[in-house]
């Protein structure tokens, strides 16, 4: 059991670290930018076709209603699975970026991936 826990405490070390090096990359492009050496910061690409894909499956709901605070239980349902769409199908994208692109906090994400881990037994 406490071998289990330092091997999941070793493994959010590793994806810390690996997330903090996406986001100091993120952050010199970003400088690049507002300097003009660069037309756009890359990070966000295929972000909207993979929420847009995701969406499909609440027609009633627009990017507006998943970004706004509203905690109703079908907003949250299509929230969370955006946030794990983005997680899953573009793994270089930190917690961070996507909080950033949903328009919400980094905490949000994080708690949206935890749960999804727990539900499907990766996590205690």
């Given at each position: 059991?406490?071998?289990?826990?330092?091997?999941?405490?070793?493994?959010?070390k590793?994806?810390?670290?690996?997330?903090?090096?996406?986001?100091?990359?993120?952050?010199?492009?970003?400088?690049?930018?507002?300097?003009?050496?660069?037309s756009?910061?890359?990070g966000f690409?295929?972000c909207?076709?993979?929420?847009?894909?995701v969406m499909?499956?609440?027609?009633?709901?627009?990017?507006a209603?998943?970004?706004?605070r509203?905690?109703?239980?079908?907003?949250?349902?299509?929230?969370?699975?955006?946030?794990?769409?983005?997680?899953d199908?573009?793994?270089?994208?930190?917690?961070?970026e996507?909080?950033?692109?949903m328009?919400?906090?980094?905490?949000?994400?994080?708690?949206?991936i935890?749960?999804?881990r727990a539900?499907m037994?990766e996590?205690?």
């Open positions: 059991m406490q071998q289990q826990k330092q091997s999941i405490i070793d493994r959010l590793e994806e810390l670290q690996q997330a903090r090096k996406s986001e100091d990359i993120l952050k010199a492009e970003l400088r690049k930018a507002q300097a003009g050496g660069a756009k910061v890359q690409d295929g909207e076709e993979i929420v847009a894909e499909k499956g609440w027609p009633d709901l627009t990017m209603h998943i970004r706004n509203r905690r109703a239980e079908h907003i949250v349902a299509c929230r969370h699975a955006c946030i794990i769409a983005l997680a199908r573009i793994p270089d994208m930190t917690h961070s996507i909080a950033r692109f328009g919400m906090n980094g905490s949000t994400v994080r708690y949206a935890k749960k999804h539900g037994g996590i205690e």
